[in-house]
């Protein structure tokens, strides 16, 4: 599986981001964003970034190599940061403190580089000050998270796949609630094959 053919299945892009990292219990974790490129098409591909803004970073990565691989990094540290948050929710508990400072420290840089401006039509909208900081990649998804965690419906239908061998999360948007698997056909498929052979198991 590569980054432009992982499934974003979870239903809001800050879970899918986190379920570009596969594997945490083993020993072997599969990180699909290996490097800033990745974390652009990846964003590009959840909608978090424009096209145009994604073509403005791509040209500032290039001429910035070195800034970008810690923007990157910082990146995966927001990530282990929503993960922790989102997990310990998930499972009706309070976040973690350090991992709830990390991600508003990141909220306030973005915060402090985005303006309102004048748009066609009438309505304003949401600007970066500097459109090819580098940054950028991340704010927004510290951003789209901040959104969900502020969502009080949406938090409370925050699960992590029924299946131990998976660690993946999504919103449960289905009308009973239930919800257990990430992919049916991945996990799911899995638990039933489970089932089937205790079962047999039990018999004999
Ligand atoms: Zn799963």
Not at 60 to 78: E, F, I, N
Not at 133 to 159: G, V, Y
Not at 165 to 172: I, N, Q, V
Request: proline share 5%; aromatic share 6%; net charge positive.
């Amino acid at each position: 599986m590569e980054i432009d053919d992982i499934p974003l299945i979870a239903g809001h892009p800050a879970l899918d981001f986190l379920n570009a990292l596969e594997e945490r219990a083993r020993p072997a974790e599969v990180n699909y964003l290996p490097s800033y490129q990745h974390l652009l098409r990846w964003s590009a591909r959840a909608d978090l970034l424009s096209e145009r803004t994604q073509r403005a970073l791509t040209r500032a990565q290039a001429d910035h190599p070195g800034k970008a691989k810690k923007v990157w990094a910082a990146a995966m540290d927001l990530r282990r940061a929503l993960d922790a948050i989102f997990r310990t929710l998930a499972k009706g508990k309070p976040p973690p403190e350090d991992a709830l400072h990390m991600l508003n420290a990141t909220l306030a840089a973005a915060h402090a580089e985005r303006g309102l401006q004048p748009q066609a039509g009438g309505a304003l909208a949401w600007r970066w000050e500097r459109p090819e900081a580098l940054e950028i990649a991340a704010w927004e998804i510290a951003l789209t998270a901040a959104a969900l965690l502020t969502d009080q419906e949406r938090c409370a239908r925050i699960r992590i796949c029924g299946n131990p061998a998976c660690d993946w999360m999504f919103l449960d948007e289905s009308r009973t609630g239930q919800r257990r698997w990430c992919r049916m056909n991945v996990c799911g498929n899995e638990a039933k094959v489970r089932r089937f052979r205790e079962r047999q198991r039990t018999e004999q």
